[in-house]
């Protein structure tokens, strides 16, 4: 068995000598070089499983170290270590290509986890295979190249895409072909949590930190500690909220609800959003140093409309899928076929999904015809059948916004609620599936918690 070996690079002895003593006992060989002319010298005579360089050097800066490798020897994972609070040049050496990054003065349990990983990530073997999302476009083979790139890097990466194009699908892609695979992904959608919810469902709580906390629990990034933590529509968190993911980001440590104790935690930030967090940032209703911090590196998921020599693949996975366990080998016929090719999916794989899915269903004979598919009205995208009292969209006009319907119908959802639990809030929170804290929050939000019966 080959020996693994590191590239220490670092003008002090003092701290060459402390990391090649911490790889050495995790069985590593080392290689220490004071400045990046020898850095480079001992590159071309060995051959790396890591490199660890300082970002200061006597003859140049740790970035024309990654800058050097990437071009070079693109299969050597490289950590900079930067000084503690210099987010700005730890972002450019991600975006130069950097591995993962590591502040002085440098914790030894933060440096074996990193160790660990960019070991793994060296050692990985990957093929077009590897990508396990269904296309051969020119859009698609781009993107499956980018996701092998970026899988060997721990470098946050912003998700950008249409509602319903396959974004949590490529974060997932992401994680399974990098070093992190055996460890956690942890998928979250951010507008899902109530907001008075958030910190504790993230950071997680004491026991006793609020009203109902009967015991310690972990949030969401001890839940992904050693793996991957996918922030969807990461547009949707508050405001409040921001401010505290950044720091955790940064410092790689949660402070849990009700304690000022830390928790150091390793994961890997991987987000999404349909809307367009620029836009958000210019407007002030998303910050801007976290927009920076998440989106080191953007990756854009193509509209299936772009896609076109992708939808043939795409149906007979499909269906394929859907005819799972059963005997009918569903097809589907040309002109089926052209029909959906000259549709724009406005909904995109989602809503090829529910087409084909729908008309699996209901179609009378072991081939999907052009007739079986609904595609809307006038090739447009999809909308609910109105019921005989005008559905949902002709009720939403009648009021100011689609907010005070939806406050509407949420008031009347709590008020049978608590009608059928005869007024027992906790029952009717269990009823409804929420905890009692987010119930007891929405009564409040709705203007119903005073005056209600006991």
């Known amino acids: 068995m080959t020996a693994l070996r590191a590239l220490i690079i670092d003008d002090e002895p003092d701290i ?152 949590e699908l490529v974060a997932r892609a992401i994680h399974k072909l990098g070093p992190r695979s055996d460890k956690p992904f942890v998928p979250v959608n951010c507008g899902a949590i109530p907001s008075e919810l958030v910190e504790s469902e993230f950071f997680g709580y004491k026991k006793g930190a609020f009203t109902g906390a009967h015991h310690d629990s972990e949030g969401l990034f001890q839940a992904a500690n050693g793996g991957t933590l996918f922030l969807d529509e990461v547009a949707d968190l508050p405001l409040s909220m921001q401010v505290k993911m950044l720091r955790a980001i940064q410092e790689k440590a949660v402070r849990p609800v009700g304690t000022q104790a830390e928790v150091k935690v390793d994961v890997r930030i991987l987000c999404a959003t349909h809307k367009n967090l620029a836009e958000l940032v210019a407007k002030g209703e998303f910050r801007q140093d976290l927009f920076y911090r998440l989106n080191v590196i953007q990756l854009d998921v193509p509209p299936l409309r772009e896609r076109g020599e992708d939808l043939p693949m795409l149906v007979r996975h499909i269906l394929t899928r859907l005819d799972e366990g059963g005997d009918s080998n569903t097809s589907i016929s040309p002109s089926a076929l052209t029909k959906l090719s000259k549709y724009a999916f406005p909904g995109n794989i989602r809503e090829l999904e529910n087409i084909l899915e729908r008309a699996f269903t209901l179609c009378d004979s072991d ?63 269990k009823t409804l599936g929420i905890s009692f804290r987010s119930f007891r929050y929405r009564l409040s939000k709705l203007g119903l918690a005073e005056d209600d019966p006991e």
């Open 16 to 167: 060459r000598e402390l990391l090649s003593l911490t790889l050495l006992r995790m069985g590593i060989d080392c290689d220490p070089a004071k400045d990046v002319g020898s850095a480079i010298s001992l590159l071309k005579e060995h051959d790396y499983n890591l490199c660890l360089t300082d970002m200061r050097l006597p003859d140049g800066n740790g970035l024309d170290v990654v800058k050097h490798i990437q071009q070079q020897f693109p299969h050597i994972p490289v950590a900079v270590i930067t000084a503690h609070g210099s987010m700005d040049t730890a972002i450019e050496a991600l975006k130069a290509g950097a591995f993962d990054f590591i502040n002085k003065p440098v914790d030894l349990t933060t440096l074996r986890s990193l160790v660990d990983s960019a070991v793994s990530s060296s050692q990985i073997e990957q093929s077009d295979n590897d990508v396990d999302i269904i296309g051969q476009s020119p859009a698609f083979t781009k993107l499956k190249k980018a996701i092998q790139k970026l899988s060997r890097s721990q470098a946050p990466v912003y998700i950008s895409g249409e509602s319903g194009s396959g974004k």
């Open 367 to 429: 081939t999907i015809e052009a007739d079986d598919l609904d595609l809307g009205q006038q090739n447009g995208p999809l909308s609910p059948t109105p019921s005989n009292g005008g559905g949902h969209f002709q009720k939403c006009l009648n009021h100011e916004s689609i907010d005070s319907y939806l406050a509407e119908i949420e008031k009347e959802i709590l008020l049978e609620a608590l009608e059928k639990d005869r007024w027992n809030k906790t029952n009717a929170a």
